[in-house]
Structures are given as C-alpha cells and as structure tokens.
C-alpha cells in the first residue's frame, strides 16, 4: 500500500512552533510520506524556528513583502499553493490555527478537493472583528475542514455548538510537545544583555504586544501602562520585550520604552531562546495567543493585554487573567502579582489545562485512522 502524503503548510513563527514537532512525529510514522511547505508570511522570524528543529521544507513560497497587507497575503498564499497541490498532489493538508495562510491554505486545498486537517481547532471568542482577523479565520478553516484537531474539551464543545461533529477529535495542544525539546536547564542565550539578566535578586517581567486589534490606542494604553511599571518598580523588576518586527509596533515601543535602564528593547527571539526565557521570568504580560499556553505549563502566571481570550480554559483554571487594554487595570493587575505573595502563588500553582506532551502522537493516530491504516482510534486528551 502506498504511503500516505500528508503535507503540513504553514507561515508565521507561532505556527512554525506548534507544527513542528507534528511534523518530526509525522516523520517517524512509515505509514506516511510527510511534506511541508511553508509560505513565509513572516520570513525572518519563520526561519529562526525551522532552523531550531533542523526543518528543510520541500516548498517555500517566499511570500513576505514590506507593509504587506491581509489581501497581499491571501492571494499570494493561494495563487503559490494552487502550484504546489498540482505539483505533488497530497492526501490531506494540515493547517494551524488562525493565521491568513492557515486559511489560505484550507482554502486552496478544498479548490483542489483535498482533505483538510485544522490543528488547534475550536477556538472561538464569538466576535469576529477580535482577534482579527484570526476568529474569522479559524471559523472559516472550520467549515473547510474534515478533521478537527482540538486542545481540549472545551473547543470540541465549541465545533458541536456550530454543528462539526465528525472528524474532531481532543488532542491536547502541540506546543506544549515543542516545550518539552526547547527548555533546558543549562541554557546560554546568543546575546549578553539576556545572559546578564539577574533573574536571582529582580522580577523578571516578559513582554509581548504585536496584535492588529491593539493597534491605535490600545496599545498605547498598554505602553503607557509597562512605562508606569518600570518607573514604579524601578529596583525591583527587568522588563524584556521582543519588540514585533511590525513598524507600528516597533514606533510605540520605542516611543514609550527607550531609555528606561530596567527595560530590554531586543529584537524577536528565536523559539528557545523565548521559551527559556519564559521559564526565568517572573510573570507574562501578553497579547499572544501562543503565550497563554506556553507559560501555565512553566508556572508562569499570565495577563493577557485584551479584551477577551479564546483560550478561558487557562482563566478558569487561574493560571491566566484577563487584564484588558486600560493602563490602569494593567498596572494595578501587575501590582498585585508583584507586591502579594499569596495572590501570585494562586496563578504559579493553578494546573495548566493544555497538554501533556502527547498532542502530536495523537493527532497522527487520528489521521491514520480516519485513513483506514489503522484500527485503533486516537486517545482522547482530558485534561488535567
């Protein structure tokens, strides 16, 4: 019996995080013949994490352009992999998430009627305009696909509410797989200004906002806010903020941050090097996705700088609070994690909900499965 092509696509950094250990399990399966393709919608950044898991995709679409916008990307992403199926036509395409070429890709691949499989499925904030435009995105993958890979109970829940039944399957989710490669104890960064860090005696408090919602003043409400918690906690805490490589992003950070001497302005860092450092830090204040599941499984308490989440799982949990876009609920948040022992052991010790390090074992026993190359149906993820 031939071997079962399953090709993987995806093109930003947090995509690339969660879909190559997939892609590393997919290659030991012999049942499969395993592709990539890549469309390097974030190019720089995408080639950090695929030279970390030694990853040489068989295509790259090279789409990235300066200031590119969401219709630039749609159209390339579709035009490229429209090449690519009629070249080296697989049996299912696996996409991620929420991105443009998430939903590019499931959109190519049902003009070419070929199964889709959407990876971290079910998330759901029921707003189409936050985030955005990843909600539409991964609503829209969901009527594409015929496999659905959830983290948890909760996203299947989600799918069954808008009717997707079959084909959904709980996996937990993939990046805590990817932790369990990059974490390492005796960690040396590629740059000084980390390695001198004196996580010992100061908070180390790690930072990330690049999301379009936040564009405008939500994100200066949120610099503003990170600038009040330098100046207040001067002696106290070391901010680190990989600035996104956005011009928008990079203007305000730069405007409200420089000169501060607690605050590291350090370019995007490399899949390892943020989850090593994740693990050194204190606290997380976030607008990531990616982020909200990453830090819990380090014990990392988590505000999330939004108006919501689709990920209530680690808010029910208590590992991650909601603190908005408002400077002052910002600040007073962060306060309480800095200044109460008590408050912040709740959020340390609260149980991550995400995974147990196996999504990715499961994900392709559910393909081989759904594919008739085995009699043996997936385990289900239930959490912990």
Request: net charge negative; hydrophobic share 40%; proline share 6%.
């Amino acid at each position: 019996m031939d071997k079962l092509r399953v090709m993987t696509i995806f093109g930003t950094r947090p995509e690339a995080i969660k879909m190559a250990p997939l892609v590393r399990e997919l290659e030991r399966r012999p049942e499969v013949e395993s592709l990539c393709c890549v469309t390097a919608q974030h190019r720089q950044m995408l080639d950090g994490v695929l030279g970390i898991f030694r990853l040489t995709p068989q295509y790259d679409l090279d789409i990235m352009e300066p200031r590119q916008s969401l219709s630039t990307i749609t159209s390339k992403c579709l035009l490229g992999l429209e090449k690519v199926f009629q070249r080296d036509r697989p049996d299912l395409v696996l996409v991620h998430g929420d991105t443009s070429t998430t939903f590019a890709g499931a959109l190519a691949a049902f003009y070419q009627q070929i199964a889709v499989g959407h990876v971290e499925a079910g998330l759901r904030t029921w707003d189409k305009y936050s985030p955005f435009p990843e909600e539409m995105n991964r609503s829209m993958v969901s009527r594409l696909a015929d496999l659905h890979f959830c983290p948890t109970e909760a996203n299947r829940r989600n799918l069954a509410a808008e009717g997707i039944t079959k084909g959904v399957y709980v996996t937990g989710n993939t990046v805590i797989d990817a932790l369990n490669t990059t974490v390492r104890k005796e960690f040396s960064f590629t740059t000084d200004e980390l390695n001198r860090l004196d996580c010992s005696s100061k908070k180390l408090l790690l930072i990330t906002c690049h999301r379009r919602e936040n564009y405008g003043e939500p994100m200066e409400q949120i610099m503003s806010a990170l600038r009040q918690l330098a100046e207040t906690y001067r002696d106290q805490v070391e901010l680190v903020y990989p600035v996104h490589l956005s011009p928008v992003v990079q203007e305000a950070a730069h405007r409200h941050l420089d000169g501060l001497p607690n605050v590291h302005l350090v370019a995007p860092l490399p899949a390892d090097e943020m989850h090593n450092l994740m693990e050194r830090s204190y606290l997380v204040l976030t607008d990531s996705g990616g982020l909200q599941e990453e830090a819990p499984a380090l014990g990392k308490p988590v505000l999330v700088l939004r108006r919501e989440t689709e990920r209530p799982e680690a808010v029910e949990a208590g590992t991650v609070r909601i603190a908005g876009t408002r400077r002052e609920d910002i600040v007073a948040m962060a306060a309480e994690l800095l200044e109460s022992p008590a408050a912040y052991e709740t959020m340390a010790r609260a149980v991550n909900p995400y995974g147990d390090g196996r999504a990715c074992e499961r994900i392709a026993d559910a393909i081989l499965y759904h594919f008739g190359r085995s009699d043996r149906p997936p385990e289900t993820f239930a959490g912990r």
